[in-house]
């Protein structure tokens, strides 16, 4: 059986918000153990010790009660602060309560790498603090950097000079604090967003002009920094803040009521141009369903917003958040990559992937269901 390790938890606190398995690699450094055996020297006890998985194949580290009750025990933490600091130990999907059981597995959410300017007295070149960024906590406002996904290495994007990045994101967190529904809204304005960006915007400046700017910080060609969520970030918090606004649900719901969802559509829209800069917007949109009509509908977000926006439910100010199926934005970047530069697809993701812009925080995140084997 492993020499449990004396307890001396302060010199390595976890973070707010960090993964439970980041944690767990950081503290091997002071110990001196392999995560493994730093782990069942911590789960020690009267109990049977089950760990399914390894560090290696699992960046997230679950645990079952019993090994949670250890793990308190062994920090000196309570276990609510604990559970306040680490989400992963909210779970409460493991079985085998009668031992204690830890397993090794993927994140159930977006996550990141903190900024390691912040983290600088926590972190090394090789073990970086990873944290689940919640709704707003992926960028660093203090450094001015966007705050990306890499296991092994802190990486970022420098925001200097993508000020109306860092506007949007002041604008975010204010969004996500006022409105309850805020994440759905944003959810739902990146699909509209993205609606828009697919169908290729010729008379687009603004976006242009960011990815140049984007691509000469990340050190990437053009191609690969289209499908990033950096990109059409401050159009997503526009929109999703007009998405919310209480004054406009309600002339939304007389128009349709007067007009028919078309026009409230059209008056959405010219509001949207307006507020992103984009005072074609509407004209486009509307050349382009005229082209494809049967298409325009199928791939219409905003149209089915605002049939829900004026159902029964709507009316009493309960705003439905259904994204149809063929407007979903693709979740994996080399999906959006291929829709965006199609042919070059494959080579856009590995310069992607080179420069760490995949993962981490996205208008809509999956969460992977928690498999234990």
């Not at 687009?204 to 002009?209: G, P, R």
Request: charged share 20%; net charge positive; hydrophobic share 45%.
């Amino acid at each position: 059986m492993p020499v449990q390790p004396p307890p001396a938890p302060a010199r390595v606190p976890p973070y707010a918000q960090e993964l439970t398995g980041s944690w767990m690699r950081r503290m091997t450094a002071h110990y001196g153990l392999p995560a493994q055996d730093l782990l069942r020297g911590i789960l020690a006890g009267p109990h049977r010790v089950r760990v399914t998985g390894t560090p290696g194949n699992g960046l997230e580290l679950f645990l079952n009660a019993p090994a949670r009750a250890e793990l308190a025990r062994f920090t000196g933490l309570s276990l609510a602060r604990l559970t306040g600091l680490l989400p992963s130990l909210a779970m409460h999907e493991l079985p085998w309560d009668d031992e204690v059981a830890a397993v090794w597995g993927a994140p159930r959410q977006a996550w990141l790498s903190a900024c390691p300017a912040c983290t600088s007295r926590a972190c090394s070149p090789d073990r970086p603090v990873l944290v689940y960024p919640g709704t707003a906590g992926h960028v660093c406002r203090r450094h001015q950097r966007w705050l990306l996904a890499r296991p092994g290495k802190p990486v970022s994007i420098p925001l200097q000079t993508l000020p109306e990045v860092l506007a949007a994101h002041r604008r975010h967190t204010t969004l996500m604090r006022m409105h309850p529904c805020a994440l759905n809204a944003m959810n739902l304005a990146a699909e509209m967003v993205w609606s828009w960006q697919v169908r290729g915007w010729r008379p687009e400046t603004v976006w242009q002009d960011r990815v140049r700017r984007l691509a000469t910080v990340t050190r990437c060609t053009p191609a690969a920094v289209t499908a990033h969520a950096l990109l059409s970030y401050p159009e997503t918090v526009a929109v999703a803040r007009l998405l919310v606004d209480g004054c406009w649900q309600q002339r939304l719901r007389e128009t349709v009521a007067s007009a028919g969802i078309p026009t409230a559509a059209g008056v959405f829209l010219q509001e949207v141009g307006r507020r992103i800069s984009r005072p074609w917007l509407v004209d486009w949109l509307s050349a382009h369903s005229r082209t494809s009509p049967r298409r325009a509908v199928q791939t219409d977000p905003l149209r089915q917003w605002l049939h829900e926006l004026t159902t029964a439910d709507g009316a009493t100010g309960e705003v439905g958040w259904t994204v149809l199926p063929s407007a979903l934005r693709p979740a994996e970047f080399i999906e959006r990559a291929g829709l965006l530069a199609p042919g070059r697809a494959r080579t856009v993701f590995e310069e992607a992937a080179a420069a760490s812009l995949l993962g981490g925080w996205e208008p809509a995140a999956p969460a992977p269901p928690l498999t234990v084997r």
